[in-house]
């Protein structure tokens, strides 16, 4: 039996969080969207308890990202060599030299091998770039980062056989989804605080606009009849734009964080439309 988890390290992904959301889920999927893949820790873990397959579209506005699921469902043995490769060379200037690449001047299984890489062995795994879309996370601290998980990507090639992967922009969703699909949302959160304010997952920060757009994507997926469950932070903005919704709470543990009161338990939201 397969049991795929998260190839990916992803700031906010909802491993932590799978055993408080279990309730949560619908009792029967048949097609599952998640247009904020991330790590995809939801998707894995629907995969893995799944009384019956089911159709998934998982998606991204971050090309890279994507190109990371592709080529793990397409090419997983070339993957694995040149993360061996990768795995063989770590250390401070190789890192810093990879880093540098311009992954739009690399090929699609140099660019994947090259993202994964970077995500294991950077600060935290936090997935980061500049206005000109540059990475820009410094090495993390590890004394052997596990850059290379054979039999989990041999695993995530499998289920991914069948799924659709695309880059594409959540607005695009009413578009492509059916009635009684179930849609889960992980969008970048809404800051806390202006110190908090960490949305740099593409070129385009995620700001209050997008925030209010999204609740108009969910208001009318609502009426399309789809299933539809959202994380955000909890904060007012959330509260009031979601607020004809039910909303429960979770609560997870915190570490990225610059002062240290302000780590540990911090209470999320999310938002359910059944």
């Known amino acids: 039996m397969l049991n795929p988890r998260p190839f990916l390290k992803w700031a906010g992904g909802k491993s932590r969080l799978l055993a408080q959301f279990e309730p949560l889920f619908p009792n029967d999927i048949q097609q599952f969207c998640e247009p904020f893949v991330g790590s995809g820790a939801v998707f894995f873990h629907l995969q893995r308890n799944a009384v019956a397959p089911f159709d998934a579209l998982l998606s991204d506005e971050n090309d890279e990202l994507i190109n990371c699921y592709r080529i793990v469902r397409e090419a997983p043995e070339e993957l694995i060599a040149q993360?061996?490769?990768?795995?063989?060379q770590h250390g401070d200037e190789y890192?810093?030299?990879t880093r540098s690449q311009r992954p739009g001047k690399l090929d699609p299984t140099t660019r994947a091998?090259?993202?994964i890489y970077l995500n294991k062995t950077c600060f935290n795994g936090l997935y980061r770039v500049n206005k000109r879309?540059?990475?820009n996370v410094p090495m993390g601290r590890y004394r052997s980062p596990r850059i290379l998980d054979r039999e989990n990507l041999l695993a995530v090639s499998q289920t991914l056989q069948n799924v659709a992967l695309e880059v594409?922009?959540?607005r695009s969703l009413p578009e492509k989804v059916q009635t009684g699909e179930f849609i889960y949302f992980d969008p970048p959160y809404n800051p806390v605080s202006k110190t908090a304010?960490?949305?740099s997952y593409t070129a385009h920060e995620f700001n209050d606009n997008d925030q209010r757009e999204l609740a108009a994507v969910y208001r009318r997926l609502d009426r399309l009849g789809c299933q539809l469950?959202?994380?955000n932070s909890d904060?007012?903005?959330?509260?009031?734009l979601y607020t004809h919704f039910r909303i429960a709470e979770v609560f997870v543990g915190r570490a990225i964080n610059s002062r240290a009161e302000r780590r540990g338990k911090v209470r999320e939201l999310v938002v359910l439309n059944y």
């Open 197 to 199: 304010n960490f949305t």
């Open 95 to 97: 890192f810093y030299a």
């Open 229 to 231: 469950m959202l994380s």
């Open 83 to 88: 993360l061996a490769e990768h795995d063989a």
């Open 235 to 240: 904060t007012s903005l959330v509260r009031e």
């Open 168 to 170: 594409n922009d959540f």
């Open 113 to 115: 091998a090259r993202t």
């Open 133 to 135: 879309g540059e990475f």
